[in-house]
Nanobody
Framework: QVQLVESGGGLVQPGGSLRLSCTAS????????TGWYRQAPGKQRELVADITSGGNTNYADSVKGRFTISRDNAKNAVYVQMNSLKPEDTAVYYC??????????WGQGTQVTVSS
């Protein structure tokens, strides 16, 4: 079992920045990929960015050049730095972890609202 706790969401003006944190506990040794997804009202959940245990990263086209995903193995944490935020980035952001046993775990979500 893996437990994920997100933090860092909030209200920010267009053009502003936020950093989301995802801290994992439990069977963290089994995690092979950690990602951030988001879901806006009335829309499907979509991948924002993910990072493998080896440090390879992947981004949605809509956030390339604006968001950066990173990890701190000592803290069992994965972060996403979000810059140049736009109103269309407004969503609930979820942390996801996938294990080598093909399990998927989700955090509780954190709200990001981009509005003036």
């Amino acid at each position: 079992q893996v437990q994920l706790v997100e933090s860092g969401g909030g209200l920010v003006q267009p053009g502003g920045s936020l950093r989301l944190s995802c801290t994992a506990s439990g069977s963290i040794f089994s995690i092979i990929r950690t990602g951030w997804y988001r879901q806006a009202p009335g829309k499907q959940r979509e991948l924002v960015a993910d990072i493998t245990s080896g440090g390879n990263t992947n981004y949605a086209d809509s956030v390339k050049g604006r968001f950066t995903i990173s990890r701190d193995n000592a803290k069992n944490a994965v972060y996403v730095q979000m810059n140049s935020l736009k109103p269309e980035d407004t969503a609930v952001y979820y942390c996801n972890a996938r294990t080598r046993l093909f399990e998927a775990y989700w955090g509780q979500g954190t709200q990001v609202t981009v509005s003036s």
